[in-house]
């Protein structure tokens, strides 16, 4: 019974890895490792930093590659911009990552301007929070 929170965390994590592999899946099942293993990287960084776990920010980053943000851009910035958002916001990190995804989208926001324009709007106190995903679309 003493080891079953760890279990349950490991268990978690893990489940969170496999779906991140699979939002990355590639013409033909490939597997971009080098991308997986720095998505990783960012989500033990954020999940040691932030409150939550490596496993959030898993969960995060695959909701907003399924919502078509590039891998790339997630690493470039826009992952971390908007885990820092969610804190700030007191938000789930799935639910920023919506938010963040499909206002991308809705706005025509470039990938490569994803990271700034979720500080822009972090820094003049725009509350993503005042939207719902059905009002985005």
Known sequence: LAMKPALDAFVQLEDAGARMKSSLLEAGNYLPMDQFQKLGALAEKLGNYLPGTTADFYDMFTRMKQLGVETETILNGAGESAAYLAVVLGKPYDQVADVVSKLKTATGTADK?????????????????????????
Do not use: M, R
């Open 113 to 137: 301007d994803l990271k700034s324009f979720i500080d822009k709007y972090a820094d003049e106190g725009v509350l993503f929070t005042d939207f719902t995903i059905s009002e985005i679309y």
